[in-house]
């Protein structure tokens, strides 16, 4: 079946550094790709998504390309700031059933 | 997106007690998604629940711990039956965003967070 594999955490780095969050994917056909971030207290939303291969999606500084030959996802960031902490969920969309697959998230530290 | 506002945000809940977890969007949506987020863990799809239909539950899942009600377009319920600790999570009800970010972009609410005793 779909699956999501994600980098496990927690991951921590010095503010400005540079971000790169590992996920790949198995799934029948070209499902859309999506990341979703959870801050501290805060309930889960979109940080970007790519609905077909090549397709970048971008956010806040972050951005993913959906790398079909690999069945990637990762998502960067050039320089992370402390207000990036937060936990990251790399998720596969399941068509015409309209949920979606979620890795198992990225907890993600910026020292200052 | 839709605006999806849920109940109880949070509950300390007995062994063997039931309760039951509100989900309201603020526009009509056809499919609503229910979600759990274990202490740590990522977040599992429970059931899809459509209106006038049986809810649709994922494998590990079944009707008799978690049943749910969709009575109209805004509105569903989940229930966790007769908790025991390893019910404790976070429950998160979720949509589909029809405001044209595209398929499958789920608006999540910002969960019930319980904890069995």
């Known amino acids: 079946g779909d699956s999501v594999t994600q980098m496990e955490g927690p991951v921590t780095l010095s503010e400005e550094a540079f971000l790169t969050i590992n996920c790949t994917y198995t799934a029948t056909g070209y499902p859309s790709l999506f990341w979703y971030v959870q801050y501290p207290g805060e309930g889960l939303q979109l940080l970007l998504k790519?609905?077909?291969?090549?397709d970048k999606g971008s956010n806040k500084g972050f951005e993913a390309t959906y790398r079909k030959e690999t069945t990637s996802f990762h998502l960067e960031k050039g320089s992370v700031q402390v207000s990036d902490s937060a936990v990251y969920f790399c998720?596969?969309?399941?068509?015409?059933?309209?949920?979606?697959?979620f890795g198992k998230g990225t907890k993600l530290s910026v020292k200052p | 997106s839709a605006v999806i506002s849920q109940k109880p945000s949070r509950d300390i809940c007995q062994r063997g007690t039931s309760l039951t977890i509100q989900c309201q969007v603020d526009s009509q949506v056809t499919m609503m998604f229910w979600y759990r987020q274990q202490p740590g863990q990522s977040l599992t799809l429970i059931a899809t629940a459509n209106q006038g239909s049986e809810a649709t539950y994922e494998s590990g899942f079944v009707i008799d711990k978690f049943p749910i009600s969709r009575p109209n377009l805004t509105f569903s319920t989940l229930t966790v039956s007769n908790m025991s600790p390893e019910d404790s999570s976070i429950y998160l009800c979720s949509v589909e965003d029809r405001g044209g970010s595209g398929a499958n972009v789920l608006t999540f609410g910002a969960g019930s967070r319980l904890t069995v005793l």
């Open positions: 790519a609905t077909k291969a090549d």
């Open positions: 998720a596969l969309g399941r068509g015409s059933q309209g949920n979606l697959i």
